[in-house]
């Protein structure tokens, strides 16, 4: 597993991969959007999580107890430092 730091939108696997979870930090009201895709064309059916953070509730983080199988991994960032775990 390797844990890629998320700090615009990102590609993060263009392939076959598994996705073990993500985490998101910042001090106000954000956003971090991850799909199942091999490229960025962020389909609202692909969408697999969205983390949400506020300046009440500064981090969001999501392990899957197992891990996701997926085409691809896109990430769409707003603010904030993000982190995505694959392997």
């Not at 991969?17 to 985490?23: D, P």
Request: hydrophobic share 40%.
């Amino acid at each position: 597993m390797r844990a890629v730091s998320i700090t615009a939108d990102t590609q993060v696997a263009d392939g076959e991969c598994y996705l073990y979870g993500a985490e998101l930090s910042h001090s106000t009201d954000t956003s971090l959007i991850i799909y199942n895709e091999a490229d960025s064309s962020e389909t609202a059916a692909k969408k697999v999580i969205t983390l949400r953070v506020s300046d009440e509730m500064q981090y969001a983080c999501i392990i899957f107890p197992i891990p996701m199988r997926v085409a691809g991994v896109y990430a769409d960032w707003t603010a904030g430092v993000g982190t995505v775990y694959i392997g």
